[in-house]
T-cell receptor, first 115, second 116 residues
């Protein structure tokens, strides 16, 4: 069975600082990996995804993530955090590209940005 | 872009009453929608897949009679929590795929249910 672990429940960074959110997955085959962001009162929004190819993927809002098969990780990064990035971030793994039903989500990381 | 609207955003009800949550796809048709439940500091857990014109598919351990799902049109799915009890208090989220891939999955803003 697939699973996702986000080790950090809550992270606080200062505005302008760099950010890295950790995500580790467990899946027997090639994983399909996603990062979503949820702002208060809003739905989850897709930041980026990895299906194959280049292991460094670029997303919206200046985010990027790197797939490292040897470490079973898909960490999310941003060079300089903005106050508007404060939100909850979810990593997810999909069993296949063709089935939205088969997404497994991590428990989320709450990001606080200090002025 | 595509938007999924979920209503209400928050509901408080008495134990024993039923609560209906609506999920609408606003600018696309969705033959399938998904309902999730999320406990504080935990993952989104898929409860069921709502299928337009047919019965919903429930995940293992989810009570069909407790969580009634109706997908009456191509843009609307409803989740009714019947005879709600305090243990049903949770955050419920719906999603709808523009197609059946993971790439175009749009989420509602969630409903916080509190059962007194």
């Amino acid at each position: 069975a697939q699973s996702v672990t986000q080790p950090d429940i809550h992270i606080t960074v200062s505005e302008g600082a760099s950010l890295e959110l950790r995500c580790n997955y467990s899946y027997g085959a090639t994983p399909y990996l996603f990062w979503y962001v949820q702002s208060p009162g809003q739905g989850l929004q897709l930041l980026l995804k990895y299906f194959s190819g280049d292991t460094l993927v670029q997303g919206i809002k200046g985010f990027e993530a790197e797939f490292k098969r040897s470490q079973s990780s898909f960490n999310l990064r941003k060079p300089s955090v903005h106050w508007s990035d404060a939100a909850e971030y979810f990593c997810a793994v999909g069993a296949s590209r063709g089935s939205a039903r088969q997404l497994t989500f991590g428990s989320g990381t709450q990001l606080t940005v200090l002025p | 872009g595509a938007v999924v609207s979920q209503h209400p955003s928050r509901v408080i009800c008495k134990s024993g009453t039923s609560v209906k949550i609506e999920c609408r796809s606003l600018d696309f048709q969705a033959t399938t929608m998904f309902w999730y439940r999320q406990f504080p500091k935990q993952s989104l857990m898929l409860m069921a897949t709502s299928n337009e014109g047919s019965k919903a598919t429930y995940e293992q351990g989810v009570e069909k009679d407790k969580f009634l799902i109706n997908h009456a049109s191509l843009t609307l799915s409803t989740l009714t929590v019947t005879s709600a009890h305090p243990e049903d208090s949770s955050f419920y989220i719906c999603s709808a795929p523009r197609d059946l891939t993971n790439e175009k999955l749009f989420f509602g803003s969630g409903t916080q249910l509190s059962v007194l």
